[in-house]
């Protein structure tokens, strides 16, 4: 009888404990949380002047430019050494061949002071910052010439792709060391009553990428290296 009890006992304890642990029970195995899908954030349709621009704003498709008020067609999108940097330019230019010169009377956006080791990267420039580049643009007083526009500019350059040769000093001068991809905005600030508030924003793909001649750095390692051979 005695045994009996106690065989009730250990049942009816067991069945607690089995009851108790189902609501502790662990996770099976392989199961994950729920995560919210992050939302990609829509290219704006459209572009208004400011002087603190950021890349978020930077519609899709290709650059588009307002010059003094007026709206002007990029043709021509390329890098190529200025001086001892790299120079980045949007024309309305067109080019006769890729290592050939931009015809006169051609507007165009300069970004210059860029990086030797330009390469897959942002690069920025801010309102309060001088230099950075001009606006080589249409005269306001007469329209067949343009005019070298230096005022405060801030931009940035966005480069995510870069597939670019070293310069070849067996080569020709002038050569074509690759193609780059990528997007700018760029904004100038207005000046007195001559220009209004300017930009340049879009996207760019396979741009050339050139040399126009041994580019400075080049020769200074070259002329290093004969140097120190003596």
């Known amino acids: ?47 208004e ?16 430019v307002s010059a003094n008020g007026r709206t002007i067609e990029i043709k021509t999108i390329l890098f190529q050494p200025r001086l001892d940097t790299w120079s980045f330019q949007m024309s309305t230019g067109e080019l006769e061949r890729p290592t050939g010169m931009l015809p006169n009377g051609s507007e165009t956006v300069n970004i210059t002071g860029l990086p030797q080791e330009l390469g897959v990267g942002t690069y920025s420039h801010t309102m309060d910052e001088s ?55 760029v904004t100038f600030r207005g000046s007195g009553d001559r220009f209004a508030n300017s930009w340049a924003v879009g996207t760019f793909t396979d741009a050339p990428v050139r040399y126009m001649g041994k580019p400075r750095w080049v020769r200074d390692a070259e002329e290093a290296a004969a140097a120190a051979a003596e």
């Open 131 to 185: 230099g950075g580049g001009y606006f080589q643009i249409q005269q306001p007083d007469d329209p067949t010439r343009t005019t070298s526009w230096n005022t405060r500019m801030a931009y940035h350059l966005q480069i995510t792709a870069w597939d670019v040769a070293e310069y070849d000093s067996e080569a020709s001068m002038f050569q074509v060391a690759g193609k780059a991809s990528g997007k700018v905005v």
């Open 49 to 64: 002047y400011t002087e603190t621009p950021t890349l978020d704003m930077v519609p899709a498709g290709p650059v588009q």
């Open 1 to 47: 009888m005695k045994q009996t009890k106690i065989h009730r006992v250990l049942l009816v304890t067991f069945a607690l404990v089995a009851c108790s642990g189902s609501e502790d029970a662990p996770a099976t195995e392989g199961a994950t949380e729920a995560t919210e899908t992050p939302t990609e954030v829509a290219a704006p349709a459209t572009f």
